[in-house]
Nanobody, 127 residues
Framework: QLVESGGDSVQTGGSLTLSCAAS????????MAWFRQAPGKEREGVAA?????????YYTDSVKGRFTISRDKAKNTLYLQMNSLKPEDTAMYYC??????????????????????WGQGTQVTVS
């Protein structure tokens, strides 16, 4: 239901745009997010977006000002635009959707436990 693409190997300072193709029912009406997991580390939330027309977004501190999450409801696709990439951004990036938690806010939106649908991931390597 979620298929990521766009991962690649890039140099420090470069840019990438990740895409997550999903069913219309997910892209248009549910909360969605990007997570990443580096080798030997726990999966962490990167960015999240609400389904409302006046979309609310949240970012982990390390990517604020560099990454932008967005969605195209006409194309049923979630995006993550990544600029000024750093070696510490190297990880497998996952798209997630749905919400099984309580209130979706800055304290919960980047938690893995509340998203029931996950993609298989796309690798980003920055050197």
């Amino acid at each position: 239901q979620l298929v990521e693409s766009g991962g690649d190997s890039v140099q420090t300072g470069g840019s990438l745009t990740l895409s997550c193709a999903a069913s219309a029912s997910l892209v248009r009406v549910t909360y969605m997010a990007w997570f990443r997991q580096a080798p030997g580390k726990e999966r962490e939330g990167v960015a999240a977006i609400s389904p409302a027309s006046g979309e609310t977004t949240y970012y982990t501190d390390s990517v604020k000002g560099r990454f932008t999450i967005s969605r195209d409801k006409a194309k049923n696709t979630l995006y993550l635009q990544m600029n000024s990439l750093k070696p510490e951004d190297t990880a497998m990036y996952y798209c997630a959707a749905g919400w099984t938690g309580g209130k979706w806010d800055s304290g919960t939106a980047l938690m893995t436990r509340w998203y029931p649908y996950w993609g298989q991931g796309t690798q980003v390597t920055v050197s």
